[in-house]
């Protein structure tokens, strides 16, 4: 249950969503009546183990999967089908198309969506470009890209575009720790310059505390609302801080041991 | 004393190791070293063999393929062939493309594709030859018919592959962007389907050259616009032996010309520069 205080306008809602996955052994629930709301600038992070169906609804919110029953909406329209006001960010490397460079990918969204003439296309392609780092990579193609390169670039292309919200699915998993850390707290500064209001999928819980302002838990099979958390107050200068520490530990046992998730919760 | 002579031998096989370095990397370098290769068995196994008039020299051939070259319009005869050629293949490839665009939208017309491709890509091309002169008579119409039936099935196969097998998260994208329909299929599918879809076209234009050639040996008596197989052809009949392992070498000086440059340029400037293709 949410709870019941004034609401700030919600850019996007997800109202007791249910997805369904057909298989050879009939339909599997996937995602089972689970609904939030996520307010202008919020940084809305779904954690919970493998099977939980956070990908899933991330899926859903794209347009990607059609519910089963429920309704997400943004900016108070439920959404039928894929759209670029709802820009994903993927894991995979292989989302930036390999025929473009660099700079020709993060343009592509603004070509296909945008009623920009060419020069202002150019001028925002190099000014997203310049802010995460890659001024200097852009006529290259993306296979001559490091890993965490590629990652940022399907982040400026993101970013380029003017959409309602990002939808990031678990987007620094493939990276090694190093690069993981680095690109997390350029994440953050990018959200505290433009305020961008943030779907991320992540099964880390440090990542999740990090990069959210409200955590909501899902539990497994099928993936149904443990709780939701408040974590604005986390910022990046917490990384390793006692006081993150355990709140990792209380959402550890919130997502792993039913007996300890009962007495936290009581508790609150 | 030792010392010296040492490093003079060393530097001279250093430039030895230099050039041999450069030559294997140089792709140019190992495909006509190949080729001297194949040339120099001829020679020596037609030489040895000592029956020119069923197994002409390189040499030979050569010289016969200058002569046909400068006196007989062999030129003139390939590019018969070739503008034939380059019709059939042209409309194939077109034919394919709206056919395999159109399966990957509607799972009824793969069905149908994956049905057509399974019954007529395993047909001979040539064996359809009589039934296409039956229906369209002695002309370019039923080479054409012959040329489309060699080049749409093996085509329209691999590019249904490559079309399958772009990356889900490919997919997504462009999906993401609001893309359907027709923008898709050229912004989405083709560019990343582009390895498959040249590989397919490299297997189509082979396919397509045997079944020219070997359509003009059948019917070329007959034809009036004499092409390549109708050079072959009429030679062998007159026992001009070299002459026909000329047409034969024009043949695969064609293929080699179009495979090692044309496709090779096209592959450079895209697939490899993509790093889609090594």
Request: charged share 20%; proline share 5%; glycine share 8%.
């Amino acid at each position: 249950m949410l709870a019941r205080d004034p609401l700030p306008p919600a850019v996007f809602e997800v109202d007791r969503l249910v997805l369904d996955y057909p298989t050879s052994a009939g339909i599997v629930r996937a995602v089972d009546d689970v609904s939030f709301r996520v307010g202008e600038g919020e940084r809305l992070v779904l954690l919970g183990p493998s099977g939980c169906g956070k990908s899933s609804i991330l899926k859903a919110v794209a347009g990607f999967l059609k519910p089963a029953s429920g309704v997400i909406r943004v900016r108070g329209r439920e959404i039928k089908g894929p759209g670029p006001d709802r820009i994903v960010v993927f894991q995979e490397f292989d989302q930036l198309l390999p025929w473009k460079t660099v700079r020709q990918n993060v343009e592509f969204p603004l070509r296909m969506a945008s009623k920009l003439t060419k020069a202002e296309i150019r001028e925002r392609t190099e000014a997203t470009l310049r802010k995460v780092g890659l001024e200097r990579a852009l006529d290259s193609y993306p296979h001559t890209l490091s890993g965490g390169m590629k990652q940022r670039a399907a982040i400026a292309r993101a970013l380029v575009t003017d959409a309602d919200v990002l939808l990031m699915d678990e987007p620094f998993a493939a990276l090694d720790a190093l690069t993981r850390t680095q690109l997390q707290g350029e994440l953050l500064d990018l959200a505290e310059e433009l305020g961008f209001t943030l779907l991320f999928v992540t099964h880390s819980i440090e990542e999740a505390i990090l990069i959210g302002t409200k955590l909501h838990l899902l539990s497994p099979h099928p993936g149904r609302t443990i709780t939701s958390l408040d974590t604005h107050e986390f910022g990046r200068e917490d990384a390793g801080s006692a006081r993150l520490e355990s709140l990792s530990r209380e959402v550890h046992d919130l997502l792993f041991s039913p007996k300890a998730k009962k007495e936290i919760l009581e508790h609150v | 004393m030792s010392d010296l002579s040492l490093t003079g031998t060393s530097e001279k096989s250093q430039g030895w190791i230099r050039l041999r370095d450069f030559a294997w990397n140089s792709a140019l370098v190992r495909k006509v070293l190949v080729l001297a290769l194949l040339a120099l068995v001829w020679e020596l196994s037609a030489r040895y063999g000592g029956k020119p008039i069923l197994f002409p020299t390189f040499t030979a051939t050569m010289a016969a393929l200058w002569e046909a070259l400068t006196s007989e319009n062999l030129l003139l005869a390939s590019w018969a062939s070739l503008s034939v050629l380059l019709k059939g293949y042209v409309i194939a490839v077109l034919l394919a493309f709206v056919i395999v665009s159109l399966a990957v939208v509607s799972r009824f017309v793969r069905e149908l594709l994956q049905t057509l491709i399974s019954m007529f890509n395993p047909l001979p091309a040539i064996a359809l030859l009589p039934l296409a002169m039956l229906w369209f008579g002695l002309g370019e119409k039923s080479l054409l018919v012959v040329l489309v039936h060699a080049v749409l099935w093996p085509f329209a196969l691999a590019t249904l592959s490559g079309f399958e097998s772009v990356p889900e998260t490919q997919r997504l994208v462009g999906r993401n962007y609001g893309l359907r329909g027709p923008s898709y299929v050229f912004r989405i599918l083709i560019p990343a389907a582009l390895p498959s879809i040249l590989y397919g076209m490299k297997i189509a234009w082979a396919f397509a050259w045997r079944t020219l050639i070997a359509a003009e040996l059948v019917f070329g008596v007959s034809s009036s616009s004499g092409g390549l197989g109708w050079f072959i052809f009429r030679n062998r009949n007159e026992l001009f032996t070299d002459k026909v392992f000329a047409g034969l070498a024009m043949v695969i000086i064609i293929g080699l010309l179009v495979e090692g440059i044309l496709f090779r340029i096209v592959e450079n400037v895209t697939v490899r520069r993509w790093g889609m293709q090594r």
